[in-house]
């Protein structure tokens, strides 16, 4: 494997514990967990065998043993994490949204490419078999062309509340949309064009997130048409009725040729098992792999940081799935076609 490097892990949530467990697993030592909530963070340091817990971040990024600061906080913190890491010179891994703004994105930026140092984006779920197949079935022309990707995404308002803050995490258009805005993207091999949407708010009487100063938009059909002519169609929502047993859809694609349905990039305890491949008549179902997600990015980044080469997911990515987030916010908001 290499260099066994000495990580920070920035954020005791849920996420948190999924930084942890991917970086052991890829075969690194998690040296401290940072988290506000001190006896969520001791929990989580002590199920982990982590020694060190911190409460502030600026402790654990600017220790001169840290090689890498795993960033999993909430979205308004990636900016000043990243950045009081590069200025200490370590390298950034750092969940997906890239930023709260683009101003953010910019002092990101300069920090890290001014310190040298390597920065990746989370998008862990590009790494399932599930995308790798179809990924594989459209390049082969399986489906025929043009192709459809139908992607579902139901939920009751979630329980970390930050996520309905317009003002925090921004809802769900930019916080995981772009997993699916990136899959659609990696399949079709091509970039997003025009984009339509609609939405709203169906969470705004639930009083677990009245006190918001203002709610972000929680509900949206949306499509997004690609250069390669092909469609991208999602429906999301994280305002359904509380203890729903109502469920997402499978993921599906459908060209003139064929199609597959299946959970094409969930992870975790969500996993799906198997993919649906129609091709004329014929019916073949595959079975997938299940992957250690966050052990596989992780390992991605350390190659890339090892031999020099391009993150995986970085900056670049990052800017285009926040432009293609914030564009389906303006169609909501104007009722107008956006091009991207």
């Not at 040729?257 to 098992?273: C, H, L, M, Q």
């Amino acid at each position: 494997m290499g260099k066994r490097y000495r990580i920070a892990v920035l954020g005791a949530g849920d996420m948190g514990r999924c930084h942890v467990q991917g970086w052991q697993l890829a075969g690194h030592e998690v040296v401290s967990i940072t988290d506000t909530d001190k006896n969520r963070a001791f929990d989580l340091a002590k199920k982990a065998g982590v020694e060190q817990v911190y409460m502030d971040f600026t402790e654990s990024v600017t220790r001169s043993d840290i090689d890498v600061v795993s960033i999993a906080l909430p979205l308004v913190y990636h900016g000043p994490a990243t950045i009081l890491a590069a200025q200490h010179g370590k390298h950034v891994f750092c969940e997906k949204p890239l930023a709260s703004s683009w101003e953010e994105v910019e002092r990101m930026q300069k920090a890290v490419k001014e310190a040298g140092v390597k920065f990746g984006l989370g998008f862990q779920r590009n790494f399932a078999h599930g995308v790798e197949l179809v990924q594989k079935w459209a390049e082969e022309g399986v489906f025929g062309s043009p192709m459809v990707f139908s992607s579902d995404l139901l939920q009751e308002v979630r329980p970390k509340i930050a996520m309905h803050d317009k003002d925090g995490n921004q809802g769900p258009v930019v916080d995981t949309c772009c997993h699916f805005f990136l899959m659609w993207q990696t399949i079709f091999r091509s970039k997003p064009k025009k984009v339509y949407a609609r939405g709203g708010i169906l969470g705004k009487g639930r009083p677990e997130i009245a006190h918001f100063k203002e709610l972000a938009v929680d509900t949206a059909i949306i499509t997004i048409e690609y250069e390669s002519g092909d469609i991208g169609t999602m429906t999301i929502s994280w305002g359904l009725a509380k203890d729903t047993q109502l469920q997402a859809n499978p993921d599906r694609i459908f060209g003139p040729k064929g199609g597959a349905v299946g959970y094409f990039n969930t992870w975790g305890r969500d996993s799906g098992t198997e993919v649906k491949l129609y091709i004329g008549d014929q019916l073949e179902v595959v079975p997938l792999e299940k992957r250690e997600l966050h052990k596989v990015e992780f390992e991605a980044f350390i190659e890339a940081l090892q031999t020099n080469a391009p993150e995986p997911y970085g900056f670049e990515l990052g800017m285009e799935m926040l432009k293609l987030s914030y564009a389906v916010l303006e169609s909501i908001e104007t009722g107008q076609v956006v091009t991207v």
